[in-house]
């Protein structure tokens, strides 16, 4: 017996004085409130109603009863509305501060139908770090090697004018013995401001023979995009990035970099849920490409 149920039709009948139109109230058939009273009665080995007139009325014992059973009825309510809220917990998230708006928004429509309700927060690479140490978000997208990450993004290097060959060579960037020659710098943004990234770049640029100012790490993701749409200084950046800011892309010939994605969480459920059910959502958010997708996508392309 779902003594829960039986109780609301106790109540209802009890409120209405009539098993019709409590079981109406109650949003069931009066058969079904008949049923359920009688085997609570049956449980507590007492009747509740008294239907020997045509009225029903409370027979003592379901007037001692009444008070309990409206508690119970009230709590069940109660449980049922904080399990929904419970449910419906934000999960906070740091992501790319990269990542396009529509994309994010695409994401988080994404997760709301899988009954999951994202809160994104944009952030850089080491804050994001920051922000899951301190618990300020309960999950984030963290910046880790290729090697470790479900989720990876090519990296090229992007100008106003289209290259000439297939892939860039860093020596061709070396600059001629003419003083006037400008430098074409490399600049690194924010993003790939990390030592997996910054590093094998640096030590490959100097290998080149460029020169240390060549390959420099720009304020911000506007500033170096703005500087390779006015000079001939080339941004370090995925293909969907150039896309968005009308450059040419082209792949380094070496080293190749990839930036590599993964979840960092608290709560082991809201990181399988991430890396499962929101792995292509999450991965069009990153621009990337990636073979390690356990889950399916809940949305189309954006």
């Not at 509740?48 to 008070?67: K, N």
């Not at 994401?107 to 922000?131: C, D, F, K, N, S």
């Not at 059910?277 to 990153?286: G, N, P, Q, S, T």
């Amino acid at each position: 017996m779902d003594i829960v149920a039986a109780c609301r039709a106790f109540v209802a009948v009890s409120g209405h004085g009539s098993f019709t139109s409590g079981a109406a109230a109650a949003g069931i058939p009066q058969s079904v409130a008949s049923r359920r009273i009688a085997a609570l009665e049956e449980h507590f080995g007492s009747r509740l109603f008294d239907r020997t007139s045509r009225a029903v009325r409370l027979t003592p014992f379901g007037r001692d009863m009444l008070p309990t059973a409206r508690r119970l009825v009230d709590l069940a309510d109660a449980i049922t509305d904080d399990a929904e809220r419970a449910r419906l917990r934000p999960l906070r998230v740091a992501v790319p501060e990269i990542c396009p708006p529509h994309r994010l928004a695409a994401l988080v429509a994404a997760a709301r139908r899988q009954r999951i309700h994202l809160e994104v927060r944009p952030a850089g690479p080491q804050e994001r770090e920051q922000l899951c140490q301190t618990l300020e978000v309960g999950a984030g997208i963290v910046a880790v090697p290729e090697a470790m990450a479900p989720w990876r993004v090519p990296l090229g290097l992007a100008a106003r004018t289209p290259f000439p060959a297939p892939t860039v060579f860093l020596e061709t960037l070396r600059s001629g013995r003419a003083r006037s020659q400008a430098r074409r710098r490399i600049l690194i943004q924010p993003e790939d401001d990390v030592a997996h990234l910054r590093d094998p770049l640096t030590r490959a640029g100097q290998s080149a023979g460029l020169a240390p100012a060549q390959v420099s790490i720009a304020p911000s993701l506007v500033d170096a995009a703005a500087a390779a749409l006015v000079s001939p200084d080339l941004l370090l950046c995925s293909r969907q990035q150039a896309e968005d800011f009308t450059l040419h892309w082209c792949p380094l010939a070496g080293p190749q970099l990839l930036r590599g994605y993964d979840v960092a969480a608290g709560v082991p459920e809201d990181l399988a849920r991430l890396r499962t059910l929101l792995y292509a959502d999450v991965a069009r958010c990153l621009g990337a490409t990636g073979d390690g997708a356990t889950g399916a996508s809940s949305t189309g392309d954006a």
